[in-house]
């Protein structure tokens, strides 16, 4: 019998399940495996989704299930696609009631369905729908759109927002994620608009695409020219490379083109980016401001008015809401599945490789609501991070690789600390993406500078966003840095930081003399491979004190911790893989 779901269409025998596996034949007909099941469910702000031109900065109640039926590259989902079965069988589950009673209890505005595809749960999430609405609850989704027309007709009933997230504009960008065209997702957008739910689109941008995202405005604006386009800067999860990384450069000058297509063009994972803000079309104003708020992620920064000063209003639904929520922790959008992946990288450093351990311990972290303050707080203390690593290898049963992992790490972390007591501390300052996007005082990242015995300037600017916060031109110079790290989360390459502080004359002392530096993926935060950076910044701030051969550090352990030798593998922005296979 034929699913008729998404446009995928497997044919599945009596007895099997589809690609997705969400779905199975049970004899009679096509039925959801795990009904009425959701994996999680936390409030958020509307950005976080992301929705930036409906009711900004209105607080929602997160849910998610498992499973996508799509498989593309690099997946930010990765956790809950890869691992769906392990995860929906885990005893980790929320009921409709459940997530009722926690928007009430949070007071939230809606419902969003996001981090998997409501399209592995459609018949679940329509009924959460229709309960919700009936509570006077607004209800959205993400989703990449790839439905029959009779499930995007029945969805479009139910929800009054939706982002559908595009794969490009051509078939072969499809056929990359295991679909056949792109048409069925251009289909539900046109569906989905004419029947009155607010509509934004996302589309992922990869080195070299620039007309995949083109043409997709192109066939947008003939749509509407009203429907905002957010520009997902592909960042290499999962088993992509970093040759599929556009530039932050390339990225915003790309949304500038698009602003001839559709005016309401806005760039996603590049933190510093005035591309995220909404500007008036009639003064040039700045109306609805916003910065990076992790992958895939925005959040308001300032003032948000839905008509400019001038009188121009803006095609935004619903007002502004006066107080904007702030996610604890690692909540927010697409940051919980980059705290589930930090867990995930202690775990293969433990040798924790069976889907069944991995998703009992995934479901652990969220059910105990650990994503919140606590695994933040933890991954951001370097000690604390070493009995967070005993904590889950206690859970996984490993403590003897616990032991052998934490001696490792805390042999060289002792032998810098030491070594670093009487030193001169050089001004550090540590940015992610653009140089005026500066990390949060308490990063881990400035826990590395200050125990490789350097100054982190960060600390004076007393003020914090997610991961960190945009400051102004003066600010910056005024902390006066004698060597400027980028994040290996979010990084720009030791050119384009140089080329930014030259456009904005940002004469600082780590400018001037070359003294700038682009970390390692991974290298530096949100897995146990920080060492190898704490070693690096050591060499950097202290050439006359240390002289780790980073790549035998670097080798020994890779292949200690991983089983692989450090040359063999290709980095990209994964906290759990050591990276994509060399070839």
Request: glycine content about 10%; some cysteine.
């Amino acid at each position: 019998m034929q699913c008729n779901i998404c446009e995928v269409g497997c044919d599945i025998p009596p007895g099997g399940s589809g690609r997705c596996r969400m779905y199975r034949h049970d004899g009679t007909g096509i039925v959801e495996r795990f009904p009425d099941t959701f994996l999680a469910a936390f409030p958020v702000a509307i950005e976080t989704l992301p929705m930036l031109h409906f009711f900004p900065g209105a607080k929602f109640l997160q849910v998610c299930t498992v499973g996508c039926n799509l498989s593309c590259g690099g997946c930010v989902s990765e956790i809950l696609v890869g691992h769906a079965e392990s995860l929906a069988a885990s005893g980790t589950a929320l009921t409709t009631g459940d997530l009722l009673r926690l928007a009430a209890d949070h007071a939230c505005t809606g419902i969003a369905f996001a981090l998997n595809d409501p399209i592995a749960s459609l018949p679940t999430f329509c009924r959460l729908a229709e309960r919700a609405r009936e509570q006077r609850l607004l209800v959205g989704c993400s989703t990449n759109g790839y439905m029959t027309e009779a499930s995007a007709l029945y969805l479009r009933e139910r929800i009054d927002f939706a982002n559908v997230g595009l794969k490009g504009s051509t078939d072969a960008s499809y056929r990359a994620c295991g679909a056949k065209s792109a048409a069925p997702a251009y289909r539900t957008i046109r569906l989905l608009h004419e029947g009155g739910v607010h509509v934004e689109v996302s589309i992922v941008y990869r080195r070299g695409g620039e007309e995949e995202v083109m043409g997709a405005a192109r066939m947008l604006a003939a749509i509407s020219p009203h429907i905002p386009l957010q520009v997902m800067r592909f960042v290499p999860f999962g088993d992509a490379g970093l040759g599929e990384e556009p530039t932050i450069y390339a990225s915003e000058e790309l949304c500038d083109r698009l602003r001839n297509i559709l005016p309401w063009a806005y760039l996603f994972n590049s933190p510093g980016t005035a591309n995220l803000t909404t500007f008036c079309p009639a003064c040039k104003k700045p109306c609805i401001e916003r910065e990076f708020f992790g992958p895939m992620g925005a959040h308001l920064a300032g003032e948000a008015r839905t008509a400019c000063a001038c009188g121009h209003a803006l095609p935004v639904r619903g007002a502004a809401n006066p107080e904007v929520f702030y996610e604890p922790g690692m909540m927010g959008g697409y940051r919980a599945t980059r705290g589930l992946e930090m867990v995930w990288a202690i775990l293969a450093c433990l040798g924790v490789e069976g889907q069944a351990d991995l998703a009992r311990i995934w479901s652990e972290v969220l059910r105990t609501g650990m994503l919140g303050k606590e695994l933040h707080d933890r991954m951001n203390n370097i000690d604390a991070y070493l009995d967070l690593v005993m904590d889950f290898a206690h859970r996984a049963g490993r403590e003897e690789a616990g032991r052998e992992l934490c001696t490792y790490i805390r042999e060289r972390l002792d032998f810098v600390r030491e070594r670093v007591v009487d030193a001169p501390r050089p001004r550090v300052y540590y940015a992610m993406g653009h140089p005026l996007f500066a990390l949060n005082p308490g990063r881990f990242e400035g826990k590395l500078v200050e125990a490789a015995g350097g100054t982190y300037v960060n600390r004076a600017i007393g003020r914090e966003g997610k991961p960190g916060v945009s400051i102004p031109r003066e600010e910056f110079i005024a902390l006066a840095p004698e060597y400027l790290f980028t994040s290996g989360f979010l990084t720009s390459t030791v050119e384009d930081t140089l080329r930014y502080c030259a456009e904005h004359n940002l004469d600082v002392p780590a400018a001037r003399n070359g003294r700038v530096y682009a970390m390692h993926p991974s290298w530096d935060f949100g897995s146990p491979r920080w060492i190898l950076g704490l070693m690096t910044i050591a060499n950097v701030l202290h050439p006359d004190r240390f002289a780790f051969r980073i790549d035998e550090e670097a080798d020994e352990f890779y292949r200690r911790f991983y089983g692989v030798p450090y040359r063999a593998s290709a980095a990209n922005r994964s906290f759990a893989h050591p990276g994509t296979e060399r070839r």
